[in-house]
């Protein structure tokens, strides 16, 4: 499943990778922050953000075919939203030679382009980070422990039952002559079924647990500790999204090129 | 809802009340001291999840229905330890299928848990089916609370596009968009319902008994929650909007404010190099495509009221954008090259 792609990407080493998870997840916050604050006909400067994102897919090796084509795969519900905008909007605000471009547009081309950067942080995290290591640093950061130790079962089981949903949709498939469509009585039986597998592995798994000496926690072998270089890390970031949001470089750079010619 | 179409005042104050919730939450299974629940909601969430993969097909329309989480959550653990499963889902949604997004999680975490697990859990389906469940009641109860449900949860999600003000959308017509469909899918989310429930009820009453009769939430608390809730938003949305529109720009405000830089100080010291420091290196201060909302809507198509944009700047910044993009474009080139070698 698609999950495991992404943890087989986040248990790969580099040094992105052996940072602090927490200085992780505090600059992807406040990648995310700097993105949304501008406001909604801001285009050219959310471009130098991009950046962020391509610098970490490159130094820490993440395929950028497979994390675009997540993108694009859950895009549709900002495009629907966004598309309004053209249509409502419709205030010519700027001029390209003597084309002009209404301000809906402009806003419309900013929600896919905050859309983009802030997706694509948001998976960038946990191919450099990994689940576990994000949990972990939920809970250093003060995330109450029954949430996060519930997380992690979460987490370890939906491999399991995902591959349980999988072989009674096959079995499914293979006593109807391969039909796709599943009738509402073969449904709620399913998954009636998958609900009471479901609890019932629940309770095995608290008395194999219990047995083993379980007391509400899961402990980690790996700790994490913020070292300075995850500092840099942290305060390199912000400081440099602090000069993006404050001054619009793309600006700044065109005048200097209309100057020189 | 998506990190894309909220602003960060709405993302801000809907995550702080989403942790609380699952701050009181989280105290609310603890003192059940309950811990063979913490095995069990994960791997409910896992069940959830799983389970959203199976479909059926509805007859004659050609489109496919899956099982919700919310309602059947809270029937089976109780309204807090549902929240909890409801808001991890998400979690893991956003972060491995950028479902929606970090910030706009906590929107997510109030429209798809909070709405379900507390509001129509508690009021609805716990007072048409009572202590009793009988076929009929747990059909109409699971109906009428996913319905309502799903409701509540479009109406979230509209006001919060609303309040953050990126999209467009006059607010009759996002309503109008978003309630009809979530009618449709709240009827087929509730038909889901209560079948799964009849099923495991006909199947394995004890369990049903069992859920319902673990007596972890008096009634009382439900004001508790929604009063601590008014208060919470009162407070972070009203700061958040009040400094937002002191500020136009929150968050240079809350650079300067991190800074050190209080307001006893504004005349001299710090804020007046600091200001400086930002005139000096923006030389075109918050530049903008637009001025302001209070300006009166134009006719379509009409020539700019407003002052027309001096060409040579639209030049400048499509030039600009594209070296900028090129300069971001060859650094990520040699990292990877870097590490090829």
């Known amino acids: 499943m698609d999950i495991r792609y992404m943890d087989i990407m986040a248990s790969s080493d580099t040094s992105l990778h052996g940072l602090d998870p927490r200085a992780k997840l505090i600059t992807t916050l406040l990648f995310i922050v700097a993105v949304v604050s501008f406001d909604r006909y801001t285009i050219l400067a959310l471009i130098p953000f991009f950046i962020y994102p391509i610098v970490l897919i490159s130094a820490g090796g993440l395929p950028v075919g497979y994390l675009l084509k997540k993108i694009l795969w859950v895009s549709p519900f900002a495009v629907l939203v966004g598309i309004f905008n053209p249509i409502m909007d419709r205030e010519i605000i700027y001029h390209i030679g003597s084309i002009g471009i209404s301000g809906g547009w402009i806003s419309f081309f900013s929600i896919l382009l905050r859309f983009l950067l802030t997706l694509s942080a948001a998976l960038i995290l946990i191919a450099l980070t990994g689940f576990n290591a994000v949990c972990q640093a939920l809970t250093r950061l003060g995330m109450p422990r029954p949430f996060v130790v519930q997380l992690l079962f979460f987490y370890r089981y939906i491999f399991v039952l995902v591959d349980e949903a999988e072989r009674m949709e096959m079995a499914r498939s293979l006593r109807s002559f391969n039909s796709r469509s599943t009738n509402f009585r073969t449904f709620i039986s399913i998954i009636g079924h998958l609900l009471l597998r479901s609890l019932d592995r629940a309770e095995r798994i608290y008395l194999a647990m219990r047995s083993r000496g379980f007391d509400g926690n899961i402990r980690m072998i790996k700790t994490i500790n913020l070292r300075w270089k995850d500092l840099a890390f942290m305060a390199g970031w912000a400081i440099l999204f602090i000069g993006f949001r404050m001054n619009n470089i793309p600006m700044r750079l065109g005048d200097i090129i209309m100057e020189v010619f | ?341």
Request: charged share 15%.
């Open chain 2, 1 to 341: 809802m998506a990190d894309a179409l909220i602003s960060p005042a709405v993302g801000t104050t809907m995550c702080v009340v989403s942790a609380g919730l699952i701050a009181y939450s989280c105290k609310k299974v603890r003192e059940t001291a309950d811990d063979r629940k913490v095995p069990l909601m994960g791997v409910l969430g896992a069940f959830i999840f799983a389970a959203q993969m199976i479909n059926f097909s509805i007859p004659a329309t050609g489109s496919s229905g899956h099982l919700g989480g919310g309602m059947i959550l809270s029937i089976l653990l109780g309204p807090y330890a549902a929240f909890l499963v409801m808001a991890s889902v998400l979690v893991v949604q956003a972060l491995f299928f950028g479902d929606g997004g970090l910030l706009a999680l906590g929107c997510n975490i109030f429209n798809l848990g909070f709405f379900p697990c507390f509001i129509v859990y508690l009021l609805i389906y716990k007072k048409v089916v009572g202590d009793e469940p009988t076929k009929g009641k747990i059909i109409s109860g699971s109906l009428i609370a996913a319905i309502v449900g799903l409701q509540l949860g479009a109406l979230g999600v509209v006001l919060e596009t609303l309040f953050s003000g990126i999209s467009e959308l006059p607010f009759s017509t996002f309503v109008l968009l978003m309630q009809p469909i979530h009618l449709a899918i709240g009827v087929v989310e509730g038909v889901v319902t209560a079948a799964v429930v009849i099923f495991v009820w006909n199947a394995r009453p004890e369990i049903l008994n069992a859920a319902a009769h673990s007596k972890q939430i008096g009634q009382m608390s439900i004001t508790k929650v929604l009063l601590g809730l008014l208060i919470a938003v009162v407070i972070v949305g009203g700061a958040l909007s009040w400094l937002a529109s002191t500020n136009p720009d929150g968050l240079e405000w809350a650079m300067f404010k991190t800074a050190g830089v209080e307001e006893m100080e504004m005349d001299h010291g710090v804020h007046k190099t600091l200001s400086a420091f930002q005139e000096k290196t923006a030389f075109l201060p918050d530049y903008n495509f637009k001025q302001g909302e209070s300006q009166p809507e134009a006719e379509p198509d009409t020539e700019p009221a407003w002052p027309a944009v001096d060409p040579g700047t639209s030049v400048s910044g499509i030039a600009g954008g594209g070296l900028t993009l090129f300069v971001i474009l060859l650094i990520g080139f040699f990292l990877r090259r870097r590490k090829a070698v």
